[in-house]
T-cell receptor
Framework: AQSVTQLDSQVPVFEEAPVELRCNYSSSVSVYLFWYVQYPNQGLQLLLKYLSGSTLVKGINGFEAEFNKSQTSFHLRKPSVHISDTAEYFCAVSLATWGGGNKLTFGTGTQLKVEL | GAVVSQHPSRVICKSGTSVKIECRSLDFQATTMFWYRQFPKKSLMLMATSNEGSKATYEQGVEKDKFLINHASLTLSTLTVTSAHPEDSSFYIC????????????FGPGTRLTVL
């Protein structure tokens, strides 16, 4: 079974400052890794994903994440945040098997609050 | 592309009644659909996985007789909350994925259920 840990439940940051949201995972087999963003009362939107290849993954809205196998981490970063980035961010993993239909295991989420 | 809709977006019902939530993939065929439940300020809890034409697979602790899932076509899955009670009040989110591909799930906007 896989598990995901997001140690920071809340991360306050000032606008235009950099931010890092931490995600660690546990799995005995290879996994795919995802970051999703959720705005209030909305569903989830995919920010980025790691399947294979380059460990640095770039996503939408200026976000990027780096897969670190030795540290079993997939931290999300943005060099300069905006007020509009205020939202809940979820890290998730699934089994690394091609074909679709694999379950996602989510972390508990990190509330990013961008302040002026 | 890859749009998933849910209907209704918000529903209020009386205790003891049943409520049906629809999840549709608008521009792709979804061989697998997932139903999640999200409590306030909490992560997503997978309730069940449904494959088109098959019975849904429920996660441990989810009552299959209370949460009826039907996946009759490649573009529609329904979740029926039977004999709803106030403790069933929650945000229900569906997602859909295709058979070929990288396990990406496309999420609906969610349905807010309030049981009085």
């Amino acid at each position: 079974a896989q598990s995901v840990t997001q140690l920071d439940s809340q991360v306050p940051v000032f606008e235009e400052a950099p931010v890092e949201l931490r995600c660690n995972y546990s799995s005995s087999v290879s996994v795919y890794l995802f970051w999703y963003v959720q705005y209030p009362n909305q569903g989830l939107q995919l920010l980025l994903k790691y399947l294979s290849g380059s460990t640095l993954v770039k996503g939408i809205n200026g976000f990027e994440a780096e897969f670190n196998k030795s540290q079993t981490s997939f931290h999300l970063r943005k060099p300069s945040v905006h007020i509009s980035d205020t939202a809940e961010y979820f890290c998730a993993v699934s089994l690394a098997t091609w074909g679709g239909g694999n379950k996602l295991t989510f972390g508990t989420g990190t509330q990013l609050k961008v302040e002026l | 592309g890859a749009v998933v809709s849910q209907h209704p977006s918000r529903v209020i019902c009386k205790s003891g009644t049943s409520v049906k939530i629809e999840c549709r993939s608008l521009d792709f065929q979804a061989t697998t659909m997932f139903w999640y439940r999200q409590f306030p300020k909490k992560s997503l809890m997978l309730m069940a996985t449904s494959n088109e034409g098959s019975k849904a697979t429920y996660e441990q602790g989810v009552e299959k007789d209370k949460f009826l899932i039907n996946h009759a076509s490649l573009t529609l899955s329904t979740l029926t909350v039977t004999s709803a009670h106030p403790e069933d009040s929650s945000f229900y989110i569906c997602s859909a994925s295709t058979s070929g591909g990288n396990n990406e799930q496309f999420f609906g906007p969610g349905t807010r259920l309030t049981v009085l």
